[in-house]
């Protein structure tokens, strides 16, 4: 079972910049691939970032550019960077974890999820 914790959420102004980090229990961290998802009032969870062991990256086509997905595999840590922030992305993010041997955007396809962090920026 992977235990998985959020932090770094907050109020930013449009345009401002934020950095998320997602804390894992497991031992073998390593092996998963990680995503970042985001839920925003009334809408589906949406795919916005995920990083395999390798360090192979996958970006919503909405974010590319603008956020950054990062792993630190020694300290059981993925990051997410979002800089140029806009108001419509204010919502819960999500961290989530699977052992698919490929990148996968589909959250129904990642078993292990974080609490969630709010975001919000302001216009």
């Known amino acids: 079972q992977v235990q998985l914790v959020e932090s770094g959420g907050g109020l930013v102004q449009a345009g401002g910049s934020l950095r998320l980090s997602c804390a894992a229990s497991?031992?073998?961290?390593?092996?998963?691939?990680m995503g970042w998802f985001r839920q925003a009032p009334g809408k589906e969870r949406e795919f916005v970032a995920a990083?395999?062991?390798?360090?192979?990256?996958y970006y919503a086509d909405s974010v590319k550019g603008r956020f950054t997905i990062s792993r630190d595999n020694p300290k059981n840590t993925v990051y997410l960077q979002m800089n140029s922030l806009k108001p419509e992305e204010t919502a819960v993010y999500y961290c989530a974890a699977t052992g698919y041997a490929t990148i996968t955007t589909d959250h129904g396809n990642y078993p292990y999820w974080g609490q969630g962090t709010q975001v919000t920026v302001s216009s």
């Open positions: 497991e031992r073998t961290f390593s092996n998963y691939i």
């Open positions: 990083i395999t062991s390798g360090l192979t990256k």
